[in-house]
């Protein structure tokens, strides 16, 4: 309840507030967001099996966010980014697909 | 607990391995804060909240209520955040769609792609000009030899008496007296205009019109000249075209045309009316036999 809460407010916030991107954030911002949608879901998902665990939670998030845009720079400095990114969203995407099956046959039992 | 990028083999299999012996408790905690005890609290940060909850059924959920302030507003904090950037990137991508987004690499790649079209077009106008130009000078110079030819087809038209003539000049008007005008003054006449510098003549009479060029002849016949076949009856009008003035004079030169004509008894009356026309043409020979040597 309170984490949709939490992301409806984010979601107001950046229609209101309505920044620009920073130059230095552009290759990276979506690439986090992926990978924090990655373990939203993850996190969905434990919540729905009975296992979310808070601490877990924050620290995944966190990492996923730092990790994804780590590999990405790491990318651009070898040259090899835009691949990279390309690898990263593969894998989140299918991590994503995972997660949604897995809360899919939670809550529908298919 | 699928949610870690890095490591999550590992804590999935542990955490769901503890679960089966703790019941959902912590999960309601979020909605429900409860009592808080502290003691309990720092077992449950360390270990894994399960693992904590074994103690007794109370004890997880006071855990997870103390937690909510801590945890609980970070991961508000995290998804706030989230909802954020989401909005601010979808934003941007569709604001910029175009170039912003980009990687360096594919920028460069682009940059060079547009060099090459830019280079080749370039190319394009180069020689899309110089064949402009071929062409503008092409036409000019075209133009320019139609002109020149046009005008010396007019000049040779006018000499050959196959096109209608205007310009300054004179009249000269031959008239019978006691005795009639012989061809001879008709010719003597052609020829002093001539040499006075008449570029077009025609000889007008009551019965007919000639126009006079550099073959026309002269004959006398009965009651009349025949000129270039053409049977004519005084008097006769000579229209000359040329320096009005010269051709005035040549004609009054003692010994000249007035002189000759009057001495035999006939009239000579020579105007200048400003501008004389031409009008009789004849039709251009075929030659059969002379070819032009290129």
């Known amino acids: 309840m309170i984490a949709v809460l939490a992301l409806i407010v984010g979601v107001v916030l950046g229609v209101v507030l309505n920044p620009t991107v920073p130059d230095a954030l552009q290759p990276y911002l979506p690439i986090a967001v992926v990978a924090a949608l990655d373990a939203v879901f993850g996190g969905v998902r434990a919540k729905l099996d009975g296992i979310f665990d808070d601490k877990q939670f924050v620290i995944s998030f966190i990492s996923n966010v730092l990790v994804a845009a780590f590999i990405v720079y790491l990318g651009d400095k070898l040259g090899v980014g835009a691949q990279l990114s390309t690898g990263v969203v593969v894998v989140l995407g299918v991590r994503i697909f995972g997660n949604v099956a897995a809360i899919r046959r939670r809550l529908f039992k298919a | ?294």
């Open chain 2, 1 to 294: 607990m699928s949610d870690e990028t890095t490591k999550p083999d590992g804590p999935d299999e542990p955490t769901l391995a503890h679960t089966p012996a703790q019941p959902d408790v912590p999960e309601p905690a979020e909605s429900e804060p409860a009592v808080s005890e502290p003691a309990v609290f720092e077992p449950a940060r360390t270990a894994q909240a399960p693992a904590a909850g074994t103690a007794g059924k109370g004890a997880p959920a006071a855990a997870q209520a103390r937690r909510l302030t801590g945890a609980g507003a970070l991961i508000g904090l995290l998804l706030v955040l989230l909802g954020f950037t989401l909005v601010v990137q979808l934003k941007s991508n569709s604001a910029d769609k175009a170039y912003a987004s980009l990687r360096q690499e594919d920028l460069v790649t682009i940059l060079a792609d547009l060099d090459a079209r830019e280079d080749r077009l370039q190319q394009d106008i180069a020689v899309l000009e110089a064949s402009r130009r071929e062409l503008v000078s092409g036409a000019a110079s075209r133009d320019e030899i139609i002109k020149k030819a046009q005008e010396r087809a007019d000049d040779l038209g006018i000499l050959a008496g196959t096109l209608p003539a205007q310009g300054p000049g004179v009249l000269v008007r031959l008239e019978d007296g006691s005795k009639k005008i012989t061809a001879n003054h008709l010719l003597n006449a052609v020829q002093e205009l001539r040499g006075a510098g008449a570029e077009a003549m025609q000889i007008d009479s009551p019965s007919g019109s000639v126009r006079v060029i550099a073959s026309t002849s002269f004959v006398d016949v009965d009651g009349g000249i025949v000129v270039d076949g053409v049977r004519l009856t005084g008097p006769y009008t000579i229209k000359a075209i040329g320096e009005p003035r010269d051709v005035a004079i040549a004609m009054r030169f003692p010994g000249g045309v007035v002189d000759d004509v009057t001495r035999d008894g006939g009239n000579v009356i020579v105007n200048e009316p400003g501008t004389v026309d031409i009008t009789t043409v004849r039709s251009a020979p075929t030659l059969e036999y002379a070819k032009p040597v290129s």
